[in-house]
């Protein structure tokens, strides 16, 4: 099993070679990985302890470098943990007050809307880019803005339940997702992802997307966090086999790089409940629930909480039903073993007549 998992490993540091392993060994590789998410999670912490302890020997007076590490710091916990990023984004706040720096305050309410959209708090974000006057705003700060406007409509449009709204929603999403492609540098991963995520029917861009998160996923470099990005988008257009390989491989990614906000392995889960295979459905399901619990999104549990008693009931009922069987067996097996040990057995030779 080690040497058939160190393989799998080493093929998986490629994109290239993701259609090559079947999804029985990539199966196997994120069960191995999740036993692993203790030791990700520690190192994790290692560097987050490291850039703690830069920020506590940092001079009270140097405002510059306090920003530098709490955006560091901020930027660790982002996928990680909630409630810690929340409280290094009001320091990056209280610190670019100090500054007296309004595109650095601008760019502090970015940063706590993009957490706070994470966490399903639509208001609060909606206060943050309220707050934020977009013409004074760097190149970089400007694009995080337009990217958070899209995904706080998306999000609207997708859990809003007023047909209406749901259809503003998802226009004012686009037009903002318009605006962001435009800010972003041509041909780099925020470029091709924001352009991935265009319907299909879109005016400027007509056609599927599904080329771009496929560009990116098997011609670019990626790191493994953008990697489990662009498979988690690109699985919404597969189904069957194709669709668990992409979850797969986003789930594992997402376990290395401990990360807590997210979807794929959610995904996983359902996919794998539609196929029938409920004790690795509910596996995956529990996981999703305990990793949405550990952050702090309570948008996601809301949403894990919907599916995952049911498929804990069809696990209950296929548990149940493998006890049963494993009686009828056990029962079947004495009673024959008796019938064995009561026929006699005549070893007496033939008589010769």
């Not at 706080?152 to 209406?164: G, I, R």
């Not at 226009?171 to 265009?198: G, M, R």
């Not at 919907?306 to 494993?326: R, W």
């Amino acid at each position: 099993m080690k040497t058939i998992s160190s393989t799998l490993l080493f093929l998986l540091l490629t994109a290239t070679t993701y259609g090559s392993v079947s999804n029985d060994s990539l199966m196997k590789v994120l069960k191995l990985e999740l036993s692993k998410k203790s030791i990700y999670d520690r190192q994790k912490n290692i560097e987050i302890n490291k850039l703690k302890s830069s920020l506590a020997a940092c001079s009270p007076s140097d405002h510059k470098e306090q920003y530098i590490l709490c955006t560091s710091l901020y930027n660790e916990y982002f996928n990680f943990q909630y409630d810690s990023a929340y409280v290094y984004t009001r320091r990056l706040l209280s610190i670019s007050n100090r500054m007296h720096d309004m595109p650095r305050q601008y760019d502090s309410k970015i940063k706590l809307g993009l957490i706070l959209i994470s966490s399903g708090m639509f208001k609060e974000t909606f206060d943050c880019l309220n707050d934020v006057n977009s013409k004074l705003l760097t190149d970089d700060s400007k694009l995080l803005y337009y990217e958070l406007k899209y995904r706080v409509y998306k999000a609207l449009s997708e859990y809003n339940s007023d047909t209406f709204y749901s259809r503003y929603d998802a226009a004012e999403s686009v037009k903002y997702l318009d605006t962001a492609i435009t800010l972003a540098k041509p041909n780099s991963f925020e470029h091709l992802i924001d352009i991935a995520q265009l319907p299909a029917n879109h005016a400027g861009l007509p056609g599927p997307k599904y080329k771009y998160y496929e560009y990116l996923l098997y011609k670019r470099n990626l790191t493994p966090h953008q990697v489990a990005m662009v498979a988690t988008g690109l699985s919404s257009y597969y189904y069957g086999e194709n669709k668990l390989k992409l979850l797969l491989i986003a789930a594992i990614n997402d376990v290395r790089t401990s990360t807590k906000e997210t979807l794929a392995i959610f995904r996983l889960g359902k996919e794998l409940d539609k196929k029938g295979d409920i004790v690795n459905a509910y596996t995956f399901l529990q996981e999703a629930m305990n990793n949405a619990q550990f952050y702090g999104s309570r948008l996601h549990k809301v949403e894990i909480a919907s599916v995952l008693p049911y498929v804990a009931a069809k696990k209950l009922l296929v548990t149940e039903k493998e006890k049963n069987q494993m009686v009828i067996y056990l029962f079947s097996a004495f009673i024959i073993s008796v019938i064995i040990v009561h026929i006699p057995i005549n070893l007496t030779p033939f008589r010769q007549f």
